[in-house]
């Protein structure tokens, strides 16, 4: 993808209240899509949309968290550290930046760590 087709598509998911919302959140902690549905004050499908695109564009990651009963269910987690956009001389410049994944996994977790540690075997 082209470095200007990569960026319209980053400014167009966020242009999306929704959107901006769940990455908001999702950039505090992982977050299942119930969670986000809750404190983005959205429902269940729209919050699953805005992840989906959100995910094309690589600003979110999906895991699986373990729960200790042994059941598990999908969270996630915002990848978006910054974009921006310098006009210099005629010429726009742009980056979009992402935060690295395991910079927010739960040191603490054992869970977290092993399925990470699967996710990339």
Do not use: F, Q
Not at 71 to 86: F, P
């Amino acid at each position: 993808m082209s470095e200007d087709r990569e960026l319209d598509g980053v400014l167009d998911v966020l242009s999306d209240e929704y959107a901006r919302s769940i990455l908001a959140e999702a950039s505090t902690e992982p977050m299942s899509a119930k969670t986000l549905s809750d404190r983005c004050d959205a429902s269940l499908p729209t919050v699953y949309r805005r992840i989906e695109r959100l995910k094309e564009h690589d600003l979110v990651e999906e895991r699986t968290r373990v729960k200790p009963d042994g059941g598990h269910h999908k969270v996630y987690t915002a990848t978006l550290a910054s974009v921006s956009i310098e006009l210099d001389d005629g010429e726009y410049e742009t980056s979009v930046e992402r935060t690295d994944r395991t910079a927010s996994l739960d040191a603490d977790d054992a869970a977290d760590r092993l399925t990470y540690m699967w996710e990339n075997l």
